[in-house]
């Protein structure tokens, strides 16, 4: 049976108007509590604090949940988000997302990222049931986590990249076959992330709300056909690479995985990665963050990494990562551009 999830019911207003009697389980980080706990009134059972999306630390989260908890909030960013999510899931309960910064996608899907066997797996979970935007505290997240779902947007330009190398090559399966139409409308979405960049990176509301609905428009494309393709390729094979080499405690903000991965997989699709990387920036996107050794080791392993986790077919499936062409492809991005760091 193919099931095709909604968007969540998502509402846009002052967190102190929330009024919430049902008793709760809370799904949050220190920084993100720190800003939001002030003006949420909540009746609390119990609080979590989850540091990591590995699939046996989210079941522990899961059953140990008090049996008089009726509602799961998660509070911060896509690890909470995906946490409650999960844990409303195994327990059949309403989840309720407040996101303190526009940094995944995920706040709007269906589907829950755990990490298992060195890699990424999605879990069908389906969507919370609320989501609550309070633009005071969007707005006034740090720069570099504000606005860096615009990652997720410009992720398309690579995934769809990947989507047709795949089709030309005859590796899409049935379900994921190459389709024009939702190519052009993911495209198009993309193209609006570049003209939004600067004013999500300046935390000008009018931007972000732009940023919200095309995420928005995004997951539910994605919905609609029943898969990632459009929208996730070698890009994010990378970063599920490159995490299990630099995640340590709370782990790296998505966006500075992302954004040398969607670098690297430009240009091996052979795109002018300059409008891409100055978009990525502007926007807050630290492209930098991630070390150059880091990168270097990670670079050859990708051929093996996506045969090994059958991740779908992409140009890492290709790549003949000699070290001139990884010394190539670090020069192309400005990747080995650091001054001096390594």
Avoid at 37 to 63: R, T, W
Avoid at 85 to 102: E, Q, S
Avoid at 182 to 190: F, M, Q, R, S, V
Avoid at 313 to 326: C, G, M, W
Wanted: hydrophobic share 40%; with cysteine; proline share 7%.
């Amino acid at each position: 049976m193919k099931k095709i999830w909604p968007l969540p019911q998502i509402e846009i207003h002052d967190l102190s108007s929330v009024v919430e009697d049902r008793p709760t389980a809370l799904l949050t980080g220190g920084p993100a509590w720190n800003v939001a706990g002030s003006l949420l009134n909540l009746p609390l059972v119990i609080q979590a604090e989850p540091h990591k999306a590995d699939h046996d630390f989210l079941k522990m989260l899961a059953d140990g949940l008090p049996e008089e908890v009726e509602v799961i909030y998660g509070v911060g960013g896509g690890l909470a988000s995906d946490a409650a999510k999960y844990v409303g899931w195994a327990n059949n309960l309403p989840v309720v997302i407040v996101p303190t910064a526009l940094s995944v996608d995920g706040f709007f899907t269906g589907l829950v990222a755990v990490r298992e066997n060195g890699t990424v797996h999605y879990l069908d979970t389906g969507p919370a049931s609320k989501v609550i935007i309070d633009w005071e505290i969007i707005r006034n997240a740090p720069a570099h986590l504000r606005g860096t779902g615009i990652a997720e947007l410009l992720s398309i330009v690579t995934g769809l990249l990947d989507w047709r190398y795949a089709g030309e090559r005859n590796q899409n399966t049935p379900e994921t076959r190459f389709q024009p139409w939702a190519a052009g409308l993911a495209a198009g979405i993309a193209q609006q992330a570049f003209k939004i960049a600067a004013g999500v990176g300046q935390g000008r509301v009018e931007a972000l709300t732009n940023l919200l609905d095309l995420m928005c428009l995004e997951v539910q494309l994605t919905n609609q056909i029943g898969h990632n393709r459009p929208q996730e390729g070698s890009e994010q094979y990378f970063a599920y690479a490159l995490e299990r080499r630099v995640a340590r405690g709370y782990g790296i903000p998505y966006a500075d995985l992302i954004g040398p991965g969607i670098l690297i997989a430009a240009a091996l699709h052979g795109q002018d990665v300059a409008p891409i990387r100055e978009t990525l920036q502007s926007a807050g996107i630290r492209i930098e963050q991630i070390s150059l050794n880091d990168i270097r080791a990670t670079l050859p392993e990708m051929p093996d990494y996506v045969r090994e986790h059958k991740l779908p077919y992409s140009i890492f499936n290709d790549f003949d990562p000699t070290p001139e062409r990884v010394n190539e492809l670090l020069a192309t991005t400005g990747l080995d551009n650091r001054g001096g760091r390594p």
